[in-house]
C-alpha cells in the first residue's frame, strides 16, 4: 500500500512558475509509476503526466508539454510535478497517483490517490 501526500500548492500570477511535490510512505513506491492528474471546478480529472518507475520514461498531456515536468526521487519516495509559464486555465486540484502500468492515462488505472492540492492562477 502506498499512502501519498501533495503539498507546493498556491496563488501564482500567469507566467509564473510552481513545483509540486508528492512525498510517498510505503515499501513499493520505486515499483509504481507516478502520475499527476488535475481537476477544474465543474470539470472531470484530467491526466497531466506520468513518470516510469525505472527508467524515467514520462509522458504529458498535450495541454502542459512544453511547460511541465515531472521527476522523481525514489530514495527519498517523492515525486515532482514543475510547472512553468502558467496560465490561467491551469487553476485546478493537483493529485499525484501511484500506477502499476506505464502509458495509462485514466483515472482508473491508478491505484493510489493524494489528498490533492490547490493551485490558483491569477490573469
Known amino acids: 500500500q502506498v499512502q501519498l501526500v501533495e503539498s507546493g500548492g498556491g496563488l501564482v500570477q500567469a507566467g509564473g512558475s510552481l513545483r509540486l511535490s508528492c512525498a510517498a510512505s510505503?515499501?513499493?513506491?520505486?515499483?509504481?509509476?507516478m502520475g499527476w492528474f488535475r481537476q477544474a471546478p465543474g470539470k472531470e480529472r484530467e491526466f497531466v503526466g506520468s513518470?516510469?518507475?525505472?527508467?524515467?520514461?514520462?509522458d504529458y498531456a498535450d495541454s502542459v508539454k512544453g511547460r511541465f515536468t515531472i521527476s522523481r526521487d525514489n530514495a527519498k519516495k517523492i515525486v515532482y510535478l514543475q510547472m512553468n509559464s502558467l496560465k490561467p486555465e491551469d487553476t485546478a486540484v493537483y493529485y499525484c497517483?501511484?500506477?502499476?502500468?506505464?502509458?495509462?492515462?485514466?483515472?482508473?488505472?491508478?491505484?493510489?490517490w493524494g489528498q490533492g492540492t490547490q493551485v490558483t492562477v491569477s490573469s
Open positions: 510505503g515499501r513499493s513506491f520505486s515499483s509504481y509509476v
Open positions: 497517483a501511484a500506477g502499476e502500468i506505464y502509458g495509462l492515462k485514466w483515472v482508473a488505472d491508478y491505484k493510489y
Open positions: 513518470i516510469s518507475w525505472s527508467v524515467r520514461l514520462t
